[in-house]
T-cell receptor, first 111, second 114 residues
């Protein structure tokens, strides 16, 4: 499985944008970039995914570098409810749809 | 709202007991998964299933087995529970194909083996 690298933790102020980076220099052409988050005492929650183009949904935006070796999850206005562990995961559709979780980034949001 | 439901939120079992963790999804998903989550080790895949009666080992299958007799239900079985199986267990499901929107997870079962 191709690996991802994320910062251990980040801090943001409430109401400000947050940019969560992820490096995946060994990404293959069949890897989709997925982001999940896990709120305290809950199971992980799907946030967004993409292949080559930038993606937007109601939760966040995903910016993918042109060479696909990095991506950034963007929360446009952080709230206290966005405090969670954010996981960047590469998912190779060829191999049984498995998701392999890394350590993720702990996002703290200050009021 | 689509759901993955795990039968118990908290469970306490004795060493040596046979333990069943149940998971049901209402999304008609083909794939189902069992993970465990431990501090410092993150989420690790135990078993997964991509169809009824089909199963594949994940990264840490030892001490566990699974059963999938119906599409909507995926059971994790601890044949003889041990204290090192004390953990948070998370079930998930997903549909097949590149256009799917990812996994849906249950809320987890916190199992304590004493």
């Amino acid at each position: 499985d191709a690996k991802t690298t994320q910062p251990n933790s980040m801090e943001s102020n409430e109401e400000e944008p947050v940019h969560l980076p992820c490096n995946h220099s060994t990404i293959s052409g069949t890897d989709y970039i997925h982001w999940y988050r896990q709120l305290p005492s809950q199971g992980p929650e799907y946030v967004i995914h993409g292949l080559t183009s930038n993606v937007n949904n109601r939760m966040a935006s995903l910016a993918i570098a042109e060479d696909r070796k990095s991506s950034t999850l963007i929360l446009h206005r952080a709230t206290l409810r966005d405090a969670a562990v954010y996981y960047c995961i590469l998912r190779d559709i060829r191999y049984g749809n498995k998701l392999v979780f890394g350590a993720g980034t702990i996002l703290r949001v200050k009021s | 709202d689509v759901k993955v439901t795990q039968s118990s939120r908290y469970l306490v079992k004795r060493t040596g007991e046979k333990v069943f963790l149940e998971c049901v999804q209402d999304m008609d998903h083909e794939n189902m998964f069992w993970y465990r989550q431990d501090p410092g080790l993150g989420l690790r895949l135990i078993y997964f299933s991509y169809d009824v009666k089909m199963k594949e080992k994940g990264d840490i299958p030892e001490g566990y087995s699974v059963s999938r007799e119906k599409k909507e239900r995926f059971s994790l079985i601890l044949e003889s529970a041990s204290t090192n199986q004390t953990s948070m267990y998370l079930c998930a499901s997903s549909s097949v194909g590149a256009s799917n929107y990812g996994y849906t997870f249950g809320s987890g079962t916190r199992l304590t083996v004493v």
